[in-house]
């Protein structure tokens, strides 16, 4: 059994697959913090922050890619080792990464 403590309230996780014993997690924070906690390490490990709240994040299949989608329907994609952001884009509703193919990102919108 394990226990993290995290800085802010949760607003999303997504179970990351990975070798037995070393799946992962990544957490969306209400503070805009996203956070890859590791099944068997006690420190979660900051991926990005941004200054609004997070309703879902999902990562490439080759995990060097975070796309974010904000409470006020923004969508960022962040590269996950140089923290720069790569791609946004306003009234997205869900994204979601390809499995097969890493830099092929589906998403939708009211429009």
């Known amino acids: 059994m394990r226990e993290w403590v995290l800085e802010a309230p949760i607003k999303y996780v997504r179970v ?3 070798p037995p014993k070393r799946e992962s997690l990544i957490v969306a924070l209400s503070n805009g913090v996203v956070v890859r906690i590791f099944i068997d ?9 941004q200054t609004t709240s997070i309703k879902s994040v999902d990562i490439s299949a080759d995990k060097k890619k975070i796309v974010v989608i ?3 329907e923004s ?8 923290k720069k952001q ?3 884009e306003t009234k997205i509703a869900s994204a979601a990464w390809n499995l097969e193919f890493e830099d092929m990102l589906a998403y939708t919108g009211k429009d």
């Open 70 to 72: 904000d409470d006020f």
């Open 16 to 18: 990351v697959s990975g």
């Open 41 to 49: 390490n006690a420190f979660p490990i900051p991926l990005i922050k």
């Open 86 to 88: 790569l791609f946004q």
């Open 75 to 82: 969508m960022f994609v962040y590269d996950i080792l140089s």
